[in-house]
Nanobody
């Protein structure tokens, strides 16, 4: 079965950095698009960044451009989110997402990790 396990969250002061990791198993990692989402209290979940299986990385949220970097290591079945210059608005639950087709004739499905809490506060 598909399993996504996030780690690396915690409490950090404004201006600090965190590196989130998502360990994946149960599918062919190299064939899956991987993304990071986040959800702040009282707000909708938003897409932060995506790294496709073809090697294209994109920061979807304008607020993280220049500060966050998504990367993946196919040999380790892991996707990362390096977060720099953090501010309180970055606070929220960060979740890992995998999107792939179980069979080529099926539409791709979405799979989610449990999320990891990131709190930016002085």
């Amino acid at each position: 079965q598909v399993q996504l396990v996030e780690s690396g969250g915690g409490l950090v002061q404004p201006g600090g950095s965190l590196r989130l990791s998502c360990a994946a198993s149960g599918f062919t990692f190299s064939r899956s698009a991987m993304s990071w989402y986040r959800q702040a209290p009282g707000k909708e979940r938003e897409l932060v960044a995506t790294f496709t299986s073809s090697g294209v990385s994109t920061n979807v949220a304008d607020s993280v451009t220049g500060r966050f970097t998504i990367s993946r290591d196919n040999a380790k079945n892991t996707v990362y989110l390096q977060m720099n210059s953090l501010n309180p608005e970055d606070t929220g639950v960060y979740s890992c997402n995998a999107k792939f087709s179980r069979r080529i004739w099926l539409a791709p499905d979405d799979y989610w990790g449990q999320g990891t809490q990131v709190t930016v506060s002085s």
